[in-house]
């Protein structure tokens, strides 16, 4: 694979890891009762294919050098997926229902059965979910590899069932699925279901499996439908604010609730997710960017684990300090509140991943890896 298209995918987890502050930042502003709802949408809406895409780019990661054919080292890659996944999942787990503790006195997520669920279903912080389905695909490895050999017969039929298929199951589990059972655990269990739910993004993560598999088709393809992936792109965008602007102002939605409507998993929001990855797997294995530009973006990748592991802790505070200086969140103030949290998320990021000259268990411990990543791609 060539260089190009690596950093293509290293480019995508950087403007991924964007838009994932930026649904985040667009939570908080929803303290001032007049919210702007069009700065909103921009970072409620426009980013919704930050989470679903960081599927697409961990399963590229996996297949891209990967031989379905060779004989495959369940326990040595599962040994080295739970190093960088699972131990910076406990450590943050642990970390944030401390901090949470430490300001609240509430000790009732130490106790069962409480802790197993913060610990099972990733709610320790609301981001956290993430790694847990992580930890999922990467469980049921051999799996994939079977299906993605099955796929590789008749690729584009395949995605197109398997997105079919998707579209049908998000829209029961995220509008008619209920937790009304009269077993109090299957409650539970349907209640966190996209917390562990990984069947939420299969099109997804099979769609990065079968682009890395094929790579060099598919960037050629991206070559040729340019105009086609950017056309998609952009009716799949307009068609998630049209119905975000149809909840708020033909139903009487507030500005939560439409977007609690129109997210990810709905029909419109798999369909973007899908035009989003084509359209910056297109553009960044097509174009090459500007200097400036393309190191930004590759430092914003390669520190992004880190800044999703550590932004809502940074968050947490500055909204003490905006709140504490009688601020409101203003555009302005959003705008602001958005880049300082950026920032300071990157430089924790940077400072931890430094320690590591000196103390190579705390990278380890919070990051999972012992020195600086200088490709996004793990393909071993």
């Excluded at 993004?201 to 890395?212: E, K, N, Q, R, S």
Aim: charge should be positive; proline fraction near 5%.
């Amino acid at each position: 694979m060539s260089k190009q298209r690596v950093t293509a995918i290293e480019y995508i987890r950087g403007i991924s890891m964007l838009g994932v502050v930026g649904i985040h930042t667009g939570a908080y502003s929803l303290t001032n009762p007049e919210v702007n709802v069009h700065l909103f949408a921009l970072m409620e809406i426009f980013t919704r294919f930050s989470v679903p895409i960081f599927f697409f780019v961990s399963a590229f990661g996996l297949f891209v050098h990967h031989n379905l054919e060779e004989r495959f080292d369940y326990t040595g890659f599962m040994q080295r997926r739970l190093r960088t996944v699972l131990v910076p999942y406990i450590v943050w787990s642990l970390l944030y229902m401390l901090h949470y503790t430490l300001v609240s006195g509430d000790t009732q997520p130490w106790t069962p059965p409480l802790i197993y669920e913060y610990l099972l279903f990733g709610l320790a912080s609301y981001q956290l979910y993430f790694l847990v389905l992580l930890l999922w695909f990467y469980t049921l490895m051999p799996l994939w590899r079977l299906i993605v050999r099955l796929m590789l017969k008749r690729p584009a039929p395949s995605l197109l069932l398997t997105l079919i298929l998707q579209i049908g199951f998000n829209y029961y589990s995220s509008y008619y699925l209920d937790a009304n059972f009269a077993n109090p655990y299957l409650n539970i269990a349907v209640q966190h279901r996209l917390s562990y739910w990984i069947v939420h993004y299969i099109f997804i993560f099979l769609f990065g499996a079968v682009c890395a598999v094929k790579h060099e088709q598919v960037v050629e393809f991206l070559k040729q439908r340019a105009r086609e992936i950017n056309l998609f792109f952009m009716v799949s965008l307009f068609g998630m604010f049209a119905y975000y602007y149809y909840l708020l102002y033909a139903v009487g939605y507030t500005p939560e609730e439409a977007v609690n409507t129109d997210h990810q998993l709905s029909p419109i929001g798999v369909l973007y997710t899908l035009a989003a990855t084509l359209f910056w797997f297109s553009l960044f294995s097509r174009n090459t960017l500007p200097p400036v530009l393309a190191a930004t973006l590759s430092f914003l990748g390669a520190y992004s684990y880190h800044v999703y592991l550590i932004h809502p802790l940074v968050m947490y505070y500055l909204i003490d300090i905006v709140t504490g200086h009688g601020l409101t969140m203003t555009p302005l103030v959003i705008v602001a509140f958005y880049l300082v949290a950026v920032a300071l998320s990157l430089i924790i990021g940077m400072i931890i991943q430094s320690t590591g000259r000196y103390m190579p268990l705390l990278p380890l411990l919070l990051v999972g890896s012992q020195q600086k990543r200088k490709n996004i791609i793990r393909t071993k």
